[in-house]
């Protein structure tokens, strides 16, 4: 009895330590900075240019940002946690990274290289993660080359 005992309070013990040094990853202020410095948010509708209705709890409206990438929009939508960002990526089949969702992203080929290269997003509903496609890469030779 006090075998189990001592076996299911290690146990326990175990899980709360896992849960505590889960630490939620989140873009810092400096490091989002960084990264968007020569990709400029654009507003083209205003204030109503992201559709938040759409969105689950958690989003941070002023840093949801709407970007133009070659001519493509796309929603880069920080929630709170990285968890709501994984979450809504599931259930709308797009991508995210730490705690940005990245919405109008899957299936646009040039938007996907982008979000993966330039944040390291993911598609959680892809058994097999995407990599840069090689429409890109043909093209990032083309460029070097000329």
């Given at each position: 009895m006090l075998f189990k005992s001592l076996i299911l309070t290690s146990l326990l013990f175990s899980l709360s330590c896992s849960k505590k040094n889960h630490?939620?990853?989140k873009?810092?202020?400096?490091?989002?900075?960084t990264i968007t410095a020569h990709h400029t948010p654009v507003s083209p509708q205003g204030e109503n240019a992201i559709p938040f209705h759409e969105y689950s709890s958690g989003v941070n409206r002023l840093n949801s940002k709407?970007?133009?990438?070659?001519?493509?929009r796309f929603f880069?939508?920080?929630?709170?946690t990285s968890e709501?960002?994984?979450?809504?990526?599931?259930?709308?089949?797009q991508y995210y990274a730490k705690n940005y969702l990245f919405d109008q992203v899957e299936g646009e080929p040039i938007l996907e290289d982008f979000v993966i290269e330039t944040f390291k997003a993911i598609n959680p509903n892809r058994k097999?993660?995407?990599?840069?496609?090689?429409?890109s890469a043909k093209k990032h030779e083309e460029a070097a080359h000329h």
């Amino acid at each position: 009895m006090l075998f189990k005992s001592l076996i299911l309070t290690s146990l326990l013990f175990s899980l709360s330590c896992s849960k505590k040094n889960h630490v939620d990853e989140k873009f810092t202020e400096e490091e989002w900075k960084t990264i968007t410095a020569h990709h400029t948010p654009v507003s083209p509708q205003g204030e109503n240019a992201i559709p938040f209705h759409e969105y689950s709890s958690g989003v941070n409206r002023l840093n949801s940002k709407v970007f133009i990438f070659e001519k493509l929009r796309f929603f880069a939508i920080e929630f709170e946690t990285s968890e709501q960002a994984k979450k809504e990526a599931i259930r709308l089949n797009q991508y995210y990274a730490k705690n940005y969702l990245f919405d109008q992203v899957e299936g646009e080929p040039i938007l996907e290289d982008f979000v993966i290269e330039t944040f390291k997003a993911i598609n959680p509903n892809r058994k097999i993660q995407k990599t840069k496609s090689s429409h890109s890469a043909k093209k990032h030779e083309e460029a070097a080359h000329h």
